[in-house]
């Protein structure tokens, strides 16, 4: 194979600030992954286009697996949400039917009608008996 004519090649120093500046030429998790993996022996001929259906089976079930976690999150914020609700509500059913409890109160109700000219009877009610041949 013919050389590169058109590289430069770098000037290395000594200094190990120099090592540090130019940024991190140690071993990275990146080309550890590559050395163990040996990737380029599957590209050497092209994409492999036998393994095509089971990559996107997987990408398939990764997509849906996602969709599914998201549908599940947003279900329980939804749920959370109409709890909330809920308890707003029955706080305010409990309120309101004490509220009303408290105003049919026969004292209550005496006091409310009396500014209309309303009195409370103090006779107690009588039984009507009819007999059946007077209907």
Not at 78 to 83: E, F, G, H, L, P
Not at 93 to 109: G, I, P, R
Request: aromatic content about 8%; proline content about 5%.
């Amino acid at each position: 194979m013919a050389d590169n004519k058109f590289r430069i090649e770098p000037e290395r120093s000594n200094e190990p600030r120099a090592k540090a500046s130019a940024g991190s030429t140690g071993p990275s998790v990146f080309s550890g992954l590559e050395k163990h993996l040996k990737l380029e022996t599957y590209f050497e001929e092209g994409f492999p286009v036998q393994y095509l259906p089971k990559i996107l089976y997987v990408m398939l079930l990764g997509l849906l697996y996602i969709s599914n976690t998201h549908y599940g999150e947003k279900t329980v914020r939804r749920i959370d949400q109409v709890q909330s609700e809920v308890e707003d509500l029955r706080a305010d059913y409990t309120t309101l039917k004490s509220d009303l409890m408290f105003a049919s109160k026969q004292s209550e109700v005496a006091r409310k009608v009396k500014s209309i000219g309303l009195k409370e009877s103090l006779n107690p009610p009588t039984k009507v008996a009819v007999d059946e041949d007077e209907y």
